[in-house]
């Protein structure tokens, strides 16, 4: 069956057609066949040059043989054990040893998993209530953050169902905005903690401003305030210790998800004993999972770590690098004012001529532009996620020849799309 009869049948019993809604695009998502390396095949017979990714995990890109054949080896003794192993402890040493500011680390199923448990430890132990999240930020699919949320969800108003009780003590602020958060912090003593994406990848590619991180730093240890830093998708992509090191600050809780599970699904939170000693059992902030620590994630995530080495992050930056600057000739020489954004393997153009900074200017770029966009890359062999607010991302797999491909296709796309869409 091909990708039009498939959408149809999943209509029938997939809401919307698809299991996460930003993987929906018209006229039908194509559906995978198989992924090898940087490139994704259809069931129809098409092959891409993959920026998506699946989101963010697939920093070796698709299927690599080692992480293959030590996950077919691990489910060969079992998937799922519900007692402690060696490998959770092996992968534990591995992020401590990468990530100076986690002294313990808690391995839970998916990004939305460790921020829920980030909020309660970090409300527990401030014995406050309110987090002060960012417009277009997204932490996950929980009650708690999707207020002005980022992702799939930054196309539709905040979603019914959420009780107003459960997001009243979620207060959102203009990112790059000292001025906001710090009348914000005035005004309320209440805040247990800041949950910040230091790179706003959910919302396209949002780099803090000079010394912003250093303000929230400042800000939430002058006021009893934890700093969360949401490394679901930086965790392990822009440098071995994420933004943390990145940016040199250090945040009070991390979380994880995506890279550390290489390819598998996981999340994690991690920070000093002093405050992840108040997890259950060790303490009384309860934290429970069944696939927790999941031996088969855990043996991807340990493959996966091991894989990236600084030479590896070298020529990961390499490779974003002659993107954005063949990007960035393609917008020169076509006289376009495209705001190009990105860092190390990532990367987005937002089809508008303001400088995007937060969520308004985010806001503020064409989708039709996109759309069309994104569909002349489709038809030339290139995806990278269907919305303006995802990010796109570079895998060790891609080689010189796909990039430069690429930029062809990027380049016919974006002449095409400016063409046919009224400005
Ligand atoms: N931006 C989302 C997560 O990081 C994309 C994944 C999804 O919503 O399916």
Do not use: W
């Amino acid at each position: 069956m091909i990708s039009d009869d498939l959408f149809k049948e999943a209509l029938k019993v997939l809401p919307g057609g698809v299991s996460s809604p930003v993987r929906k695009f018209e006229p039908h998502p194509f559906f995978a066949k198989k992924g090898e390396g940087c490139i994704l095949y259809d069931v129809d017979g098409n092959r891409y040059i993959d920026y998506c990714l699946a989101y963010g995990p697939l920093i070796l890109g698709h299927a690599p043989e080692k992480i293959t054949s030590a996950v077919c080896e691990q489910i060969k003794k079992g998937s799922a054990y519900g007692t402690p192993t060696k490998a959770e402890l092996e992968l534990a040493k591995l992020v401590i040893e990468r990530v100076p500011s986690a002294e313990m680390i808690r391995f839970v199923n998916s990004g939305t998993e460790a921020t829920m448990a980030a909020i309660r430890l970090a409300r527990a132990f401030t014995g406050k209530d309110k987090i002060l999240k960012f417009e277009g930020a997204y932490h996950g699919a929980h009650d708690y953050v999707l207020v002005k949320p980022g992702s799939g969800a930054a196309a539709a108003p905040d979603s019914p169902g959420i009780p107003q009780d459960t997001t009243r003590n979620t207060i959102s602020a203009p990112f790059n905005d000292e001025e906001a958060v710090a009348s914000i912090i005035e005004e309320d003593d209440n805040i247990a903690a800041i949950l910040v994406e230091p790179v706003m990848a959910n919302i396209g590619c949002i780099e803090p401003e000079d010394g912003y991180l250093k303000f929230l730093r400042k800000i939430t240890s002058e006021n009893g305030i934890l700093l969360i830093f949401d490394e679901v998708i930086t965790g392990f992509r822009i440098a071995p210790g994420g933004a943390q090191e990145y940016y040199n600050i250090t945040a009070d809780l991390v979380t994880y998800g995506k890279i550390i599970g290489g390819g598998f699904p996981m999340g994690a939170l991690a920070g000093p004993r002093r405050l992840m000693e108040h997890i259950s059992p060790a303490g009384d902030v309860y934290q429970a999972g069944t696939f927790n620590g999941n031996p088969v994630s855990v043996t991807a995530g340990i493959t996966t770590l091991k894989e990236l080495t600084d030479d590896l992050y070298k020529e990961l930056n390499k490779k974003g690098e002659i993107i954005r600057k063949g990007i960035k000739d393609i917008l020169e020489d076509n006289n376009l004012e495209f705001y190009l954004a990105g860092l190390s393997s990532m990367f987005q153009i937002y089809f508008t001529q303001e400088k995007v900074k937060d969520y308004t200017s985010a806001k503020t770029a064409n989708l039709e532009i996109f759309k069309k966009y994104f569909h002349s890359l489709l038809k030339g062999g290139v995806f990278v996620p269907p919305s303006q607010f995802e990010c796109c991302f570079i895998s060790a797999a891609h080689r010189k020849e796909d990039l430069n491909m690429t930029l062809e296709v990027v380049e016919e796309s974006i002449k095409r799309a400016v063409k046919q869409s009224p400005r």
